[in-house]
């Protein structure tokens, strides 16, 4: 009232026009401009909302469909298992690593042949405690002596290469053991994690996954060291090869032989009573010590030499049919045992069933309704703002 008379009765303000003065006009022009100001914001408030929505609704698609039926859950227990087993054919049979490019440790196949390579490089460079330079030809000559029999001298019992044979053997028995642990831990390994992978929204499948591959591993590591043994056994009890590198071999070194003996008895000795002497396949070795043993050199020079020559032929062998047997087994696991065991733990009653896959799990139902949740919010901000601004539009007009 105040306000009103002042505008109606002073000389100067009483001359301006009244539809532009007073708080009441004041208040309506403001709330036009703000209306005006906030109505340019709406076109990047409309966006966030709809990329949002988007967003929510991709991550929603994205979850895996809430399974209501056993039918449902043996359909995506199939294709989980499927996907999986084409997952392990890629890295563990074909060497394709598409799937995991850049983590080196599931690029399988080129793994196994490493740990062969290490597995024969381990086996080649074994030294027996028997066989120094220093000692040469006395594992050789102690086993003679103790081979002695009543009989002619030039005879050399089958029994002497046997037991050097089997000493040989017996050395390096732990390495195809320790092998075979080693690879089948990492097989584990690797089908763990692709079985995990596949199955990352499904934590029941996940732990009856689990199981099954700790199991069917366990079995197959087992086969296998009953089978590296055999082949470590069977190496010691026959001296066997059809392999005419064996003779070519042996013939090789036995043609250093008499040049051999001819230095055994005449090489000096250096300052500390030792004699070196240069024998082919074998480098610098010392002989002093031989000369004790004149009627027994050249038989414990030809069992080294025909010991050396087996010697390249069994550990191929048992590298060779380590390999074989790996690999037939991998195609194995893959492509029947892992497969059946997954099946057999899933619907065995006592396990649950296949019902579990119908369990969905807390972090995924939680994560499934917070979206849903957000969803319905973000449909209605996007409804609201829509009616503001058509009413801001009619206003205008």
Same mark, same amino acid.
């Given at each position: 009232?105040?306000?009103?008379?002042?505008?109606?009765?002073?000389?100067?303000?009483?001359?301006?026009?009244?539809?532009?003065?007073?708080?009441?006009?004041?208040?309506?022009?403001?709330?036009?401009?703000?209306?005006?100001?906030?109505?340019?914001?709406?076109?990047?408030?409309?966006?966030?909302?709809?990329?949002?929505?988007?967003?929510?609704?991709?991550?929603?698609?994205?979850?895996?469909?809430?399974?209501?039926?056993?039918?449902?859950?043996?359909?995506?227990?199939?294709?989980?298992?499927?996907?999986?087993?084409?997952?392990?054919?890629?890295?563990?049979?074909?060497?394709?690593?598409?799937?995991?490019?850049?983590?080196?440790?599931?690029?399988?196949?080129?793994?196994?042949?490493?740990?062969?390579?290490?597995?024969?490089?381990?086996?080649?460079?074994?030294?027996?405690?028997?066989?120094?330079?220093?000692?040469?030809?006395?594992?050789?000559?102690?086993?003679?002596?103790?081979?002695?029999?009543?009989?002619?001298?030039?005879?050399?019992?089958?029994?002497?290469?046997?037991?050097?044979?089997?000493?040989?053997?017996?050395?390096?028995?732990?390495?195809?053991?320790?092998?075979?642990?080693?690879?089948?831990?990492?097989?584990? @390994?690797?089908?763990?994690? /692709?079985? +995990? *992978? $596949?199955?990352?929204? =499904?934590?029941? %499948?996940?732990?009856? !996954?689990?199981?099954?591959?700790?199991?069917?591993?366990?079995?197959?590591?087992?086969?296998?060291?009953?089978?590296?043994?055999?082949?470590?056994?069977?190496?010691?009890?026959?001296?066997?090869?059809?392999?005419?590198?064996?003779?070519?071999?042996?013939?090789?070194?036995?043609?250093?032989?008499?040049?051999?003996?001819?230095?055994?008895?005449?090489?000096?000795?250096?300052?500390?009573?030792?004699?070196?002497?240069?024998? @082919?396949?074998?480098?610098? /070795?010392? +002989? *002093? $010590?031989?000369?004790? =043993?004149?009627? %027994?050199?050249?038989? !414990?020079?030809?069992?080294?030499?025909?010991?050396?020559?087996?010697?390249?032929?069994?550990?191929?062998?048992?590298?060779?049919?380590?390999?074989?047997?790996?690999?037939?087994?991998?195609?194995?696991?893959?492509?029947?045992?892992?497969?059946?065991?997954?099946?057999?733990?899933?619907?065995?009653?006592?396990?649950?069933?296949?019902?579990?896959?119908?369990?969905?799990?807390?972090?995924?139902?939680?994560?499934?309704?917070?979206?849903?949740?957000?969803?319905?919010?973000?449909?209605?901000?996007?409804?609201?703002?829509?009616?503001?601004?058509?009413?801001?539009?009619?206003?205008?007009?």
């Amino acid at each position: 009232m105040a306000e009103e008379t002042l505008f109606r009765t002073h000389p100067l303000l009483s001359k301006i026009n009244k539809s532009i003065v007073g708080v009441p006009v004041l208040a309506q022009k403001l709330v036009q401009i703000q209306a005006n100001s906030i109505s340019k914001l709406f076109p990047e408030i409309v966006k966030k909302i709809n990329d949002k929505l988007g967003s929510h609704l991709s991550e929603l698609e994205k979850l895996p469909k809430s399974l209501t039926s056993v039918a449902e859950a043996m359909s995506a227990f199939m294709h989980i298992i499927g996907s999986a087993k084409e997952s392990l054919r890629k890295i563990l049979l074909r060497g394709e690593f598409d799937e995991y490019p850049d983590d080196k440790r599931m690029h399988c196949t080129a793994r196994l042949v490493q740990m062969l390579d290490q597995y024969s490089n381990d086996l080649h460079n074994y030294q027996e405690s028997d066989s120094s330079k220093k000692n040469f030809l006395m594992e050789e000559i102690k086993v003679l002596e103790e081979a002695k029999w009543i009989g002619l001298p030039n005879f050399v019992p089958r029994s002497t290469f046997l037991t050097l044979l089997q000493n040989r053997v017996k050395a390096i028995a732990r390495i195809p053991v320790e092998f075979i642990d080693k690879v089948w831990d990492y097989l584990q @390994e690797v089908v763990v994690t /692709v079985l +995990v *992978s $596949h199955s990352e929204h =499904y934590h029941q %499948l996940q732990v009856a !996954a689990r199981r099954a591959v700790q199991n069917v591993i366990s079995t197959m590591k087992d086969k296998s060291m009953k089978h590296v043994m055999e082949v470590v056994e069977m190496e010691k009890i026959t001296d066997y090869t059809c392999n005419p590198e064996y003779i070519h071999e042996y013939k090789k070194l036995m043609a250093n032989e008499i040049e051999f003996s001819e230095d055994v008895l005449h090489c000096k000795c250096n300052t500390r009573n030792q004699c070196w002497v240069n024998l @082919e396949g074998f480098g610098e /070795v010392e +002989v *002093s $010590h031989l000369r004790q =043993y004149p009627c %027994l050199v050249s038989q !414990a020079f030809d069992l080294r030499m025909r010991l050396t020559s087996y010697w390249k032929i069994v550990l191929r062998r048992i590298i060779d049919s380590s390999a074989l047997h790996l690999q037939f087994n991998i195609n194995r696991l893959v492509n029947k045992d892992l497969g059946e065991k997954i099946v057999n733990e899933m619907v065995n009653p006592y396990g649950g069933g296949i019902e579990r896959l119908l369990e969905e799990s807390p972090s995924i139902a939680s994560k499934r309704d917070r979206l849903k949740k957000s969803v319905a919010v973000l449909r209605e901000s996007k409804d609201v703002v829509a009616r503001i601004m058509d009413k801001i539009s009619a206003e205008e007009d």
